[in-house]
């Protein structure tokens, strides 16, 4: 079974440019999560979608951060335009609804650098 | 704010060691206790998880202990190994597909 898909796998823009992440769920999946984390922190929620409706943007810097998931399968995130801060891995996570606990299987991340 | 408080920061213990990281929560209404394993350029990956009707988990060499009452949880790795080497994270989220709260992670080094 193939795993969470995402990429680019690395991107390094200036701040104040825009950029777009990119992810495909596991096959199946009707949960898909965006997480950000911060060097030397733990993953934060920005988004969680069930089907192509979201759940939970509450977290998301809506002023400069969008997100969408078209068909209920791929997403993509955008950020514009960046700032220094938004430099970190961006994380793609994907659950079966139907399984009893609560597992969330992540992509590979995209690393977004600032300068 | 932390909803889940994770120590040490990091750990050193020599090949065969025990490690044990520890993890607290407020929350009580989380009942989904999950430890990731993070490499260092890849995601998180499911290690082990535990719900808290039960005490103990043990899968392989990892194994959770979890305290409902005092609401803490912490895993054990036996006989670690150099393989072993990664960043853990612990989390708690409610059931049914809520966001997990994670911790800031412990860099975990096991020596040969």
């Known amino acids: 079974e193939a795993g969470v898909a995402q990429s680019p796998r690395y991107k390094i823009i200036e701040k104040r440019q825009s950029v777009a992440f990119w992810c495909n769920p596991i096959?199946?999946?009707?949960?898909l999560y965006w997480y950000q984390q911060i060097l030397g922190q733990g993953p934060k929620l920005l988004i969680q979608?069930?089907?192509?409706?979201?759940?939970?943007d509450s977290q998301l810097p809506k002023d400069r951060f969008s997100a969408e998931r078209l068909k209920g399968v791929d997403s993509t995130l955008k950020i514009q335009p960046a700032k220094l801060e938004d430099s970190a891995v961006y994380l793609c996570?994907?659950?079966?609804?139907?399984?009893?606990?609560?597992?969330?299987?992540f992509g590979p991340g995209t690393r977004l650098t600032v300068l | 704010q932390q909803q889940v408080k994770q120590s040490p920061q990091s750990l050193i213990v020599q090949k065969g060691g025990i490690p044990i990281i520890n993890c607290a929560y407020e929350?009580?209404?989380?009942?989904?206790f999950p430890w990731y394993q993070q490499f260092p350029g890849k995601g998180p990956a499911l290690l082990i998880a535990?719900?808290?009707?039960?005490s103990e988990k043990k899968e392989g060499r990892f194994t959770i202990s979890f305290n409902k009452s005092a609401k803490q949880f912490s895993l054990h790795i036996m006989d670690s190994q150099p393989g072993d080497s990664a960043t853990y994270f612990c989390?708690?989220?409610?059931?049914?597909?809520?966001?997990?709260?994670f911790g800031k992670g412990t860099s975990l080094l096991v020596t040969p």
């Open positions: 996570a994907s659950r079966w609804t139907g399984s009893s606990y609560n597992e969330q299987f």
């Open positions: 096959s199946g999946h009707a949960t």
């Open positions: 979608f069930q089907n192509n409706g979201v759940v939970d």
């Open positions: 929350n009580t209404a989380f009942d989904y």
């Open positions: 535990i719900r808290p009707d039960v």
């Open positions: 989390a708690a989220s409610g059931d049914s597909g809520y966001a997990l709260n």
